[in-house]
Antibody, heavy 122, light 113 residues
Framework: EVQLVESGGGLVQPGGSLKLSCSAS????????MHWVRQASGKGLEWVGR??????????VYAASVQGRFSISRDDLENTAYLQMNSLRKEDTAVYYC?????????????WGQGAQVIVSS | DIVMAQSPDSLAVSLGERATINCKSS????????????LAWYQQKPGQPPRLLIY???TRESGVPDRFSGSGSGTDFTLTISSLQAEDVAVYYC?????????FGQGTKLEIK
């Protein structure tokens, strides 16, 4: 069973930085793509970015709204993905979900963690 | 970028009745090399993360009740709940996982009439 556990959320001032972690188990982490998706209170789901697996040279791609401010990385030995968030703005306040696509010939749809709350406020 | 549009935004259905949610993508999400539509449906209840219900437009995820079904191909898709149960009250999202950015529909809130 896919299990994803986010950590590192909290309160941060505008302009500040925060790093989220996502610990994975129950699937071959090294064969997966890892995503971050966020959801502001009462709003819909917004895809943030993705890091691919080793055959893709760990390619990253980001939503325009976070390009240049956020970065995603991964440690396949620790089965953990990260979201580094810099230059945070009030509009980045949201629950951040870690999600994964597994690969078995075809890429799967997304499986989700429980989420981590990030609040950007002075 | 692919834009996903769901209809309606909200829906009220009586218990035991059929619920239908539509999703339209601005371009095809059919991957020609494997003839699969990269379209998923998720259910989200208050305070919970999204839950995968349907992938490849019509394949039910393990453990999902068979009253949930997906149909469609190319750019037009439908999620159907054949007989609404009280526990189906939730917001439903479609998503294309064909290409980045992996966009979602705006969500459809399903309630009991």
């Amino acid at each position: 069973e896919v299990q994803l556990v986010e950590s590192g959320g909290g309160l941060v001032q505008p302009g500040g930085s925060l790093k989220l972690s996502c610990s994975a188990s129950g699937f071959r982490f090294s064969d997966s793509a890892m995503h971050w998706v966020r959801q502001a209170s009462g709003k819909g789901l917004e895809w943030v970015g993705r890091i691919g697996h080793k055959p893709s040279d760990y390619e990253t791609v980001y939503a325009a709204s976070v390009q240049g401010r956020f970065s995603i990385s991964r440690d396949d030995l620790e089965n953990t993905a990260y979201l580094q968030m810099n230059s945070l703005r009030k509009e980045d306040t949201a629950v951040y979900y870690c999600s994964t696509q597994t690969y078995s010939g075809f890429w799967s749809a997304f499986y989700w963690g429980q989420g981590a709350q990030v609040i950007v406020s002075s | 970028d692919i834009v996903m549009a769901q209809s309606p935004d909200s829906l009220a259905v009586s218990l035991g009745e059929r619920a239908t949610i539509n999703c339209k993508s601005s371009q095809s999400v059919l991957y020609s090399s494997n003839n699969r539509d990269y379209l998923a449906w998720y259910q989200q209840k208050p305070g919970q993360p999204p839950r995968l219900l349907i992938y490849w437009a019509s394949t039910r995820e393990s453990g999902v009740p068979d009253r949930f079904s997906g149909s469609g191909s190319g750019t037009d898709f439908t999620l159907t709940i054949s007989s609404l149960q009280a526990e189906d009250v939730a917001v439903y999202y479609c998503q294309q996982y064909y290409t980045a950015p992996y966009s979602f529909g705006q969500g459809t809130k399903l309630e009991i009439k």
